[in-house]
């Protein structure tokens, strides 16, 4: 979808500009040299070596033992602290407990340091922690559980009824039901008599080294991350210490630069990739600090990120729109942040945001749990892109219809044009390419044969397009839409994306998510907005500039045919707007309590859906 913004005034254009060429051209020079200085280490990675998450932890404990390796809200962990905790969990598990390299443990806490103990105490004696969502919950919670069933359950008091509710349709066995933890909190919630407090059995254990730390090869798991994908219902993605030990180099050394003395402030989920992937792995590379906080939040952001004097923090888009919508306050730009990390942040609003906040670079990158995710990153700090790769990938036709790459007349995909929107794929080169536990999910997400007879192509999932600064020297790429997201209407692709970020801009709203929906007896999905405004009421709610400035901002085609006002979005843990009920409950007014309008054919602005225009819909009254 190419949408027109020449007669938007308000709006700064996507492409970088003159200056950013100068820029990239000038701190490419430094970035290509921090690049070569670790090529070699990265090159030495490989599956068999003994590159792993334990020995850089150890590392930083013997040689930082008296810097902060966590902050969590008034609690202070040294590297020496930080690496004993880790100790106690691994050694417990080991000897009393009897776990081997290869078990599994279900870890169901929220963002605090008891999760992180969990996490890489049980990496250092190879056992896998499978990270539940902790916003998860009956039948979804059970699926996640049983995909890869635990030996040990290790839950925190803040999830233990959510865990309970769901316990009998486990299915526990005896020996399972013999090791189930629990995590006090804050103390609100008792301890049920069949689980063990976890903090009294390790809080007096060994707090050497595991000799097994210097075991554990780069090919080793020590996680699931769990990941819906396009398929809907989650799957493990599979965590080695090698990936992270990767990611390490990547994120510290060749994409942000981070040294010993930077603070990362982390709001992102831990059972998520972004916060270990990203903002953890790349404090493990040089011993930089990590300051925690239980959930996101936008009010409390910048304060946070001041008491911890933070000097990084990483992102996804959804965490930038909610400080920007966040009014002004002085504590805006007096902060240590200067560069960040992540994903997602809207190209409309990226220059504004860097000037608002005072934050000097954007590292802004294109990743996925999944470890054969082509990677482009913008390490030059240029603005509106997620950079670029030297892995091998493509950007081919997609049909939005069938939900199917587009193949030629010999059964091959079609590479874009320059500038066109299209599917990503990542090549895979190694026969070592799972991805996730199950091999019928990693089949969904491969094709073959794609521009020759045996070669293998990873599937994102997300639709991007390339441009090309410095006159082709420099190819970059840029964000369009997921495909789940992306529909067709009058024959055009719609990215919802680019419709949320004009509605977005309207001066009353505040937020915006806009799918496609089915009208009897027309072809594609037509658009449909569901809104949170700042008005009082509707009756507020300017229609007549808001129509004139979707007209001024978007062709015919991609402008919402119905808008829903609604109270409240429901979000993923990751702060990722679900879609998927808004799309069931569609413009259906039997199921939808929320005010409804709608854009009429031939009219000149939205008015109210009433009963009687939704059976003229539904029987084929409008020729849309």
Known sequence: MSINRTQSKKRNSYLPSKWDYIKTW?????????????????????????????????????????????????????????????????????????????????????????????????????????????KQRSNSLVHSINIDPGKVFIIGEELIEAFEDIRQDLKLSEEQSNHLYFVPDNGDVKKPDEFQNLLDLVKNEDISNPPTSKTLQAKDPYAYIFTSGTTGLPKAAIITHGHTYDCSIYFADTVVGFDHKDVIYVTTPLFHSHAIQVAYAAALRYGSTIALRRKFSASKFWDDAIKFKATSFNYIGEICRYLYNQPEKPTDRKHYIKKIVGNGLRNEMWRDFKKRFGIKQIFEFYGATEKNSPNLANRFNLNCTVGFTLNPYAIVKYDLDTNEPIRDENGYMIRVKEGKAGLLIAQIITDDFYIYTNKNANEKKIFRNVFEEGDIFFNTGDLIKEIRIFKKIYKHAQFVDRIGDTFRWKGENVSTEEVEAVINDFDQVEMSCVYGVLIPNTEGRAGMVSLITNSKSINDFNFSKFYSMLQDCLPEYAIPKFI?????????????????????????????????????????????????????????????
């Open 26 to 134: 000038l701190f490419s020079r430094h970035v290509i040299k921090r690049m070569e200085s670790v090529v070699d280490e990265a090159l030495a990675i490989t599956p068999e070596s003994y590159n792993n998450v334990a020995i850089l932890i150890e590392k930083h404990a013997k040689e930082y033992p008296n810097d902060a390796a966590l902050l969590f809200e008034d609690e202070r962990y040294t590297h020496k602290e930080y690496n004993e905790w880790c100790n106690r969990y691994a050694n417990y598990f080991q000897k009393k407990v009897g776990l081997n390299k290869g078990d599994i443990a279900v870890v169901f806490i929220t963002n605090r340091p008891e999760m992180m103990f969990t996490i890489f105490g049980l990496s250092k004696i190879g056992v896998i922690s499978s990270l539940i969502n902790t």
């Open 564 to 624: 829903r006002f609604t109270p409240k979005l429901i979000t993923t843990a990751t702060l990722k707007i679900q879609k998927g009920n808004l799309k069931k409950e569609s413009f259906n007014l039997e199921k939808i309590e929320d005010s409804l309008y709608i854009l009429l054919p031939n009219s000149s602005g939205y008015e109210l859906m009433t009963k009687e225009i939704y059976n003229r819909i539904l029987n084929s009254k409008y020729n849309f």
